[in-house]
């Protein structure tokens, strides 16, 4: 099994910090990597690519520098940038031809493989369409069918889900959770219930750091306890805003039903309540300095 190990990697741009100081390990299994906006994750990505070189650290696949791997190193990876470049006018045939020549395919394999990948990401029956003429779902699936076209054993996804419809995005999980059983697959996006599902280990990440490393369950057994639900009316509801992190709000007839972070009960009839992924992430991030 592949160990691909990020030590100490550091990037800034002038005085941004966009990576800092960051150290894990990834093994075969889908990995989510969550964070807002700007947290730092294409940058991370893009590290992992070798695409971007880190002012500081490391990236080694089973102890060999990526640096020192070279093109040896791009034969075994699968990436899915945020924009991926691809051509309007290119069938969906010509493109994810082309792209197995620059993944230097021979011919007969590629052919074949193409066929795979459309078969895997539903787009079978599309190759002749021109990928102008492809919903915003098919787009991004027809990105995911190029990174595997070389069956990477490494699959890096940034933000894969932006702009997708809810039947769309299910689709996609449904892919990627397919996909981890014998690769490394990171996936990085904004949106908990994109990984919520699949991930077999989450990865947060705040301003440059990796806050937290751990499988879904154990981030939901962190937040235990801190969960609480009540149901308030609107005006309450604008000073429970100001005092809790709030999870969750529910119209209720003329009332709220309020689902807030607390360490301990806020009110005399406020519930426990069982923490999903979402509240997990939140308990995460909420009111903690990045150090
Ligand atoms: N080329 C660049 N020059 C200057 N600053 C940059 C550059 N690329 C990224 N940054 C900054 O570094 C930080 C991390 O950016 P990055 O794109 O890695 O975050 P992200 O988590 O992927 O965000 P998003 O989800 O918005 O893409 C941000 O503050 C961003 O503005």
């Known amino acids: ?87 309007p006018d290119f069938t969906v045939k010509r493109y994810l031809l082309y792209l197995a020549s620059l993944k230097a395919l021979p011919r007969d394999k590629a052919l074949v493989k193409y066929k795979e990948m459309l078969e895997l990401t539903g787009l079978l029956g599309e190759e002749k369409q021109k990928i102008k003429h492809l919903s915003g779902g098919m787009i991004r699936r027809l990105g995911i069918a190029q990174a595997l076209l070389n069956d990477p054993k490494i699959l890096l996804l940034d933000e894969p889900t932006a702009g997708l419809d809810p039947k769309e995005r299910i689709r996609f999980r449904n892919i990627i959770s397919s996909l981890g059983h014998d690769r490394i697959v990171l996936l990085s996006t904004h949106i908990v219930s994109d990984v919520a599902n699949a991930a077999d280990r989450i990865l947060i ?80 991030t909420e009111n903690r300095e990045v150090l």
């Not at 099994?1 to 100081?21: C, F, V």
């Not at 889908?30 to 500081?56: F, H, Q, S, W």
């Not at 990440?205 to 609107?234: C, Y």
């Open 205 to 284: 990440m705040r301003r440059g750091k990796i806050m937290e490393n751990n499988t879904p369950d154990a981030l939901i057994q962190a937040a235990s306890g801190h969960v609480w639900e009540f149901v308030t009316t609107p005006a309450k509801a604008d000073i429970c805003q100001k005092q809790f992190t709030v999870c969750n709000v529910k119209t209720e007839g003329n009332e709220l039903r309020m689902r807030v972070l607390s360490g301990e009960r806020p009110f005399a009839g406020a519930l426990a309540a069982a923490p999903d992924l979402e509240d997990a992430y939140l308990y995460a």
């Open 1 to 87: 099994m592949l160990e691909l190990k990020i030590q100490n990697i550091s990037k800034h741009y002038k005085e941004k910090t966009a990576a800092d100081d960051i150290t894990f390990t990834l093994k075969n299994g889908v990995y989510g990597l969550l964070g807002e906006n700007g947290a730092g994750k294409t940058t991370l990505l893009r590290i992992l690519c070798g695409i971007l070189m880190p002012d500081r650290g490391d990236v080694t696949l089973d102890g060999i520098s990526i640096r020192k791997m070279g093109a040896g190193y791009r034969t075994l990876l699968g990436y899915l940038p945020q924009d991926f470049g691809y051509y």
